[in-house]
């Protein structure tokens, strides 16, 4: 399975963007799909991911209410989007699929490249 991430960039605070994740390969109806990010110096932490059920999906705590994920399983793709962005919401985003269809089994995860946002104040 291949993931590739796009939609990074240079936002302002408050502003919106939108992340989607495009898988090749797999059955990617199967999987839960999720993102991480990290952030300069930080360690990489959870954001958000969504169950091979769409209706099943889970946030951190820092972006619960702002970040909405979704997936379009006949487009084989998933997306975050992400409102009132903030300053702290900087750093690389990683999108992984995690074949179980559970979140989150890290010994059989696939990750995309990170793509980067950044969000001036």
């Known amino acids: 399975v291949q993931l590739q991430a796009s939609g990074g960039g240079l936002v302002r605070a408050g502003d919106s963007l939108t992340f989607s994740c495009t898988a090749s390969g797999g059955t990617f109806s199967d999987y839960a799909v999720g993102w991480f990010r990290q952030a300069p110096g930080k360690e990489r932490e959870f954001v958000a991911a969504i169950s091979w059920n769409p209706g099943m999906t889970r946030y951190s705590d820092s972006v619960e209410g702002r970040f909405t994920v979704s997936r379009d399983n006949a487009k084989n793709t998933v997306y975050l989007q992400m409102n009132s962005l903030k300053p702290e919401d900087t750093g690389i985003y990683y999108c992984?699929?995690?074949?179980?269809?559970?979140?989150?089994?890290?010994?059989?995860?696939?990750w995309g490249q990170g793509t980067l946002v950044t969000v001036s104040s």
């Open positions: 992984v699929a995690d074949p179980t269809g559970s979140w989150y089994v890290p010994e059989v995860c696939y």
